[in-house]
C-alpha cells in the first residue's frame, strides 16, 4: 500500500475529473482540507467560474473520498517547525508536508512552487500515481 498525502488544489482536481484513487493506495490529509476545499470552491462561485451547485455536489464528492483526516499535536508541532525551516510565514502547507513526513511515502500537490520547494524533504507525486 502506498500512503499519499493530499493537498486541497490536488483533491479539488480529483473530484473535478476523470481520477480514481486505487483500492491499493490509502490518501491522507491534514484537517484544514475541509476548510480549504469550501473556501476555494466559495471562491470559484464568487468570481463566476462554477455555479453553486456543480461547487456543492464536488464538495459532496469531497466528503465521500476515503481520505483520513489528520491534526493532532504532534503534526501541529511538526508543521510549526518546517514552517520555520522552510521560511514559510504561513503553515498550511507546512500541514501537509509534515503529515508527508510523518505517515505518508509521497506528497500529491498540483502547486509546482510547493513541490519546488519541498523537493529533498518529501517525495511529490502526481494525480496519476493515485490510479
Given amino acids: 500500500m502506498t ?7 490536488a483533491v479539488l482536481q480529483l473530484v473535478s475529473g476523470p481520477y480514481e484513487v486505487g483500492a491499493e493506495h490509502e490518501i491522507l490529509a491534514p ?3 475541509r476548510s480549504q476545499a469550501l473556501s476555494a470552491l466559495h471562491e470559484a462561485v464568487a468570481r463566476g467560474e462554477l455555479t453553486a451547485d456543480v461547487a456543492r455536489e464536488r464538495l459532496d464528492r469531497i466528503r465521500r473520498l476515503p481520505i483520513r483526516l489528520l491534526g493532532d499535536a504532534v503534526l501541529r ?16 502547507d507546512a500541514e501537509y508536508v509534515a503529515l ?9 500537490t498540483l502547486d509546482p512552487a ?4 519541498v523537493a529533498g524533504v518529501v517525495v ?5 500515481d493515485l490510479g
Avoid at 510547493?114 to 520547494?117: E, R, S
Fill in 3 to 9: 500512503r499519499f498525502v493530499v493537498d486541497s488544489g
Fill in 31 to 33: 484537517t484544514l482540507l
Fill in 77 to 92: 508541532r511538526r508543521a510549526w517547525d518546517l514552517a520555520d525551516e522552510l521560511g514559510w510565514a504561513s503553515t498550511y
Fill in 100 to 108: 508527508t513526513q510523518l505517515q505518508a511515502d509521497a506528497l500529491v
Fill in 114 to 117: 510547493l513541490a519546488a520547494a
Fill in 124 to 128: 511529490t507525486a502526481s494525480l496519476e
